[in-house]
């Protein structure tokens, strides 16, 4: 079983970069899929990124050349980093992860979920 802690949110301008980390307490962090999702209040959770456990990435279109999703197996680390940020991008921003996945982009295909952290751009 995964436990998942997400960090790095924050406030950033426009066209600035953050890069939010998320941390596994497993012990088998190597053998999960891991994915970025974000929501806001008045949208629904939507993915951003995921990536295997060999290191193929997936990105939505809106971040795609933006936004960078990578691990670190020997640190049980994903890390999201996000370039070239826009106001559209502010949302509440979680981890996830899955030992098995159909769709990348079905949020309940993921079964172990952090607790969010917030990432706000201004313009």
């Known amino acids: 079983q995964a436990q998942l802690a997400e960090s790095g949110g924050g406030l950033v301008q426009a066209g600035g970069s953050l890069t939010l980390s998320c941390t596994s307490s497993?012990?088998?962090?190597?053998?999960?899929?891991m994915g970025w999702f974000r929501q806001t209040p008045v949208k629904e959770r939507e993915f951003v990124a995921a990536?295997?456990?060999?290191?193929?990435?997936y990105y939505a279109d809106s971040v795609k050349g933006r936004f960078t999703i990578s691990r670190r197996n020997d640190k049980n680390t994903v890390y999201l980093e996000m370039n070239s940020l826009k106001p559209e991008d502010t949302a509440v921003y979680y981890c996830?992860?899955?030992?098995?996945?159909?769709?990348?982009?079905?949020?309940?295909?993921?079964?172990?979920w952090g607790q969010g952290t917030q990432v706000t751009v201004s313009s």
């Open positions: 990536i295997n456990w060999s290191g193929n990435t």
């Open positions: 497993g012990r088998t962090f190597s053998n999960y899929y």
């Open positions: 996830a992860a899955a030992l098995r996945i159909v769709d990348y982009g079905d949020y309940e295909e993921y079964a172990y």
